[in-house]
Structures are given as structure tokens and as C-alpha cells.
């Protein structure tokens, strides 16, 4: 049988988090974790959801104030159902959405011409002419969204 709580070295060892970034989140106030009599921290399993979680969407660019409102809905002291965690990914469904398609983007579409202004490919010649992306809007405007005028 598994054990219900972990120490931190056991945390580490299983999320691969340094036992310093461990203890980042937990003053960020990301994670909690109780004391044993001789004030050793003691983490929840639910802990390793949670930091799987919090490295995933920094992976994706997210920041840890980002991270912190959308976990502040999750309850501190127990572990969070599936209903709650659902709650939080549907929060974050559009944003994460409008990551994919910009990554989508950059993905399919960076040896194309971008709109960003440079006008440096041989592309740009045909798909933004004189810089008339510019008209769209500041930033690359395909890469955006918008489509080079027909
Ligand atoms: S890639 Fe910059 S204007 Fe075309």
C-alpha cells in the first residue's frame, strides 16, 4: 500500500523537482504540507498532482501569479476532486486554446512571410507588399490571425 503522505525527498524523487523548488512552491504558497513532531514536512500525495500541474503550465509560458490565481480555487487542505480540477481546466480551456493556435502558428508558419514588417523574405514580397500588414495592426499579423490581403 501506498503511503498517504510523503516527505520532501520522496516528493522530489517522484515529480523530479530539486527539493529547493519544492519548498519555492510551498512559500509561494502553490502547495501546503504539515510538520511531524520534530518539524519535518510532511506533503500529501494529492502534492504530486499539483506540482505536475504548476510544471506543465510553466512549461507553456504560464507565470506562478498565473498558477497561483488559478489554483487559489482549489482547496488547501484536502486533495481536489475531479469536478474541481475540471472547474479550473475549463477556466483555462480558452486561453490555453489561443496558446495552441499561436504555437500552431509558429509551428506551420515560420518559413512563411509573418506580417511582421521586415520584409526581409521573398515571401514578403508577395504576401505583404510595401508592409501592408502594418494596416492591420502592430506584430507579426499572420502569425496573429489575419491573412495577407487577397
Ligand atoms: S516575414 Fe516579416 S514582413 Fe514578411
Given at each position: 500500500m501506498l503511503d498517504t503522505e510523503l516527505a520532501i525527498g520522496e516528493v522530489s524523487e517522484r515529480s523530479g523537482l530539486a527539493v529547493s523548488a519544492i519548498r519555492f512552491y510551498e512559500d509561494r504558497g502553490l502547495i501546503t504540507s504539515d510538520r511531524t513532531a520534530g518539524g519535518q514536512r510532511r506533503f500529501r500525495r494529492d502534492v504530486l498532482r499539483r506540482l505536475a500541474f504548476i510544471q506543465a503550465a510553466q512549461r507553456v509560458g504560464l507565470t506562478l501569479d498565473d498558477i497561483g490565481a488559478a489554483m487559489a480555487g482549489l482547496p488547501a487542505d484536502s486533495g481536489p476532486t475531479g469536478p474541481q480540477w475540471k472547474e479550473l481546466s475549463a477556466a483555462w480551456r480558452p486561453m490555453l486554446d489561443e496558446r495552441i493556435a499561436l504555437l500552431e502558428a509558429l509551428r506551420d508558419q515560420l518559413?512563411?512571410?509573418?506580417?511582421?514588417?521586415?520584409?526581409?523574405?521573398?515571401?514578403c514580397r508577395l504576401n505583404n507588399p510595401g508592409d501592408r500588414a502594418a494596416g492591420l495592426g502592430a506584430g507579426p499579423r499572420y502569425l496573429l490571425g489575419d491573412h495577407p490581403p487577397a
Open positions: 518559413d512563411h512571410c509573418i506580417g511582421c514588417g521586415c520584409l526581409s523574405l521573398e515571401r
